[in-house]
């Protein structure tokens, strides 16, 4: 089956810092992938979906400019939190998929904490 | 858009026994997909189902099956014999048909806890 990688797995730092998450298919070509934020407890929520090579489309209310996201190869992308601030904190989870199946492909979560 | 309602926060049951957890969604497409996936306290997202709009037969997977009705906008998951390695949060999703690219809306889940 389709994996999906991330690293790191999980990070501390601090206030002010900037912080990037990698997310890679191992075994597929993923044309597009897409990046999840999840606070304890809740739901995951659709932060932005990125297209090999072109710029991300980001949902309502998530600022581009703090949440950088690259999708620069088929098999690799991005997402930068910049000046990362204690209520970034969460859980980021990406997914990708090809352009010959239905399934998205989720990848393990980063755990993301800002002190 | 799709939005969609799993109306259990949580749900505790004894192992054996069986449990059935409600998703009802909204759509305005003809066609579309319904997911469910598994969360366990790892984090990790777990696959289950995948179901066409188009197919309203009801599937069987091992002690899992789902209830798919069209005309109540209804996908429904039911675990028999329920194991406390079920324990986890489950989320349902639509997904509309326009490619693969299209966005999952995940519902808020449901937690489901098995005892001994």
């Known amino acids: 089956g389709a994996v999906v990688s991330q690293h790191p797995s999980w990070v501390i730092c601090k206030s002010g810092t900037s912080v990037k998450i990698e997310c890679r298919s191992l075994?597929?070509?993923?044309?597009?992938m897409f990046w999840y934020r999840q606070f304890p407890k809740q739901s995951l929520m659709l932060m932005a979906t990125s297209n090999e090579g072109s710029k991300a489309t980001y949902e309502q209310g998530v600022e581009k400019d703090k949440f950088l996201i690259n999708h620069a190869s088929l098999t690799l992308s991005t997402l930068t939190v910049t000046s990362a601030h204690p209520e970034d904190s969460s859980f980021y989870i990406c997914?990708?998929?090809?352009?010959?199946?239905?399934?998205?492909?989720f990848g393990p979560g980063t755990r993301l904490t800002v002190t | 858009a799709q939005k969609v309602t799993q109306v259990q926060t949580e749900i505790s049951v004894v192992e054996k026994e069986d449990v059935t957890l409600d998703c009802v969604y909204e759509?305005?497409?003809?066609?579309?997909?319904l997911f469910w996936y598994k969360q366990p306290p790892s984090g990790e997202l777990v696959f289950l189902i995948r179901?066409?709009?188009?197919?309203?037969q009801n599937e069987i997977s091992g002690r899992y099956s789902w209830n798919f009705q069209k005309s109540t906008s209804s996908f429904n998951f039911t675990i028999t014999a329920s194991q406390v390695v079920d324990s986890a949060v489950y989320f349902c999703a639509p997904r509309d048909n326009t490619g693969t690219a299209s966005k999952l809306t995940f519902g808020t889940g449901t937690r489901l806890q098995v005892t001994l």
């Open positions: 179901r066409n709009s188009f197919d309203e």
């Open positions: 997914s990708a998929t090809s352009d010959r199946g239905h399934e998205q492909y």
């Open positions: 759509t305005r497409d003809t066609t579309y997909y």
């Open positions: 075994d597929f070509q993923a044309t597009t």
